[in-house]
């Protein structure tokens, strides 16, 4: 089994973001969270900015679009192959760096925004993610971040899966932790001043139905790719987590296959 922070987890950490195509969630059901990220953690022209846990720059892109000087950092770099194609179908520059959130290859205060859109709460140990997400931030620069909450459906929806996927690492902890707002203020402490967390929703509107749902996520979101994997040869789990994602999904259906996604907005600035 591997340790906490082993180069072994890392490896499964990245090959498991790998799976599918993360890019396909972040354009066609959650396009504009990254838009709204930026936009709350007012970034503009002139600014150094890091997005942490990029993936393809749902928010690294807008971060470029409103002017900034953009680093989109991850673990995963097979995702920056459809990033750049991005940027460059908009216009914008973004410079992609293979990096852990957990051990940011960047000095300290080197930004005046730090940023991560449902992307740094996938880091397995928190703190540490946590610590290095302040390091980098200049004092006074911002901390925006956008989490998934534990109660909303992406929470229940890894709360659904869990079941059926194999142990995390010792120590680990739950990534829609990052939506509880009392775990945030506890990562962050006193080092993050001017502190605003609310709950929103995303709207989603790209599934028909809960099947289609089910389908798309099993296909292009690696979390969920790997469950299904991990119980491939089993396939009376596959048609109980099958039945159990549509499920939720329908529960969760406002009409005409509309949900609402929450989510946690983040905002504060580095003291000092």
């Known amino acids: 089994m591997a340790e906490p922070g082993s180069a072994d987890l890392k490896r499964r950490h990245r090959a498991m973001w790998a799976l599918g195509d993360y890019s396909s969630i972040a354009t066609e059901v959650i396009p ?47 995702l920056f192959e459809a990033g750049r194609r991005l940027a460059a179908a908009r216009g914008v520059e973004v410079r992609w760096q293979e990096a852990d959130a957990e051990a ?3 000095s300290d205060a080197e930004f005046d925004a730090v940023i991560s859109c449902v992307g740094i709460m996938f880091a397995p140990f928190h703190q540490a ?10 004092p006074g620069g911002t901390i925006g971040l956008i989490n998934w ?32 707002e009392s775990h945030v203020r506890s990562l962050l402490g006193d080092r993050v001043t001017d502190l605003e967390l609310r709950r929103e929703n995303a709207a989603i509107d790209r ?26 040869q089993e396939p009376e789990k596959i048609a109980q987590l099958d039945r159990e994602l549509a499920e939720l999904a329908s529960r969760h259906d406002l009409g005409n296959g509309r949900m609402g996604w929450e989510y946690l907005l983040v905002t504060g600035r580095r003291s000092g």
Do not use: C, H
Not at 211 to 230: I, L, N, S, W
């Open 129 to 138: 993610a946590a610590d290095e997400l302040v390091r980098v931030a200049k």
């Open 207 to 232: 599934f028909a139905d809960a099947a289609e749902f089910r389908d798309f996520f099993k296909t292009y979101y690696g979390p969920t790719v790997a469950v299904y994997k991990a119980i491939a």
């Open 32 to 78: 504009g969270l990254g838009r709204r990220l930026v936009e709350a953690s007012r970034i503009g022209p002139g600014q150094r900015v890091l997005d942490i846990a990029a993936g393809s720059g749902n928010a690294a892109i807008p971060a470029a679009e409103a002017g900034a000087d953009v680093v989109a950092s991850d673990l995963t770099p097979e």
């Open 149 to 180: 909450t534990p109660t909303g459906f992406i929470g229940q929806m890894f709360a659904t899966m869990k079941p059926f996927a194999p142990p995390p690492a010792p120590g680990a902890q739950p990534p829609p932790l990052w939506g509880d």
């Open 104 to 106: 940011l290859p960047y």
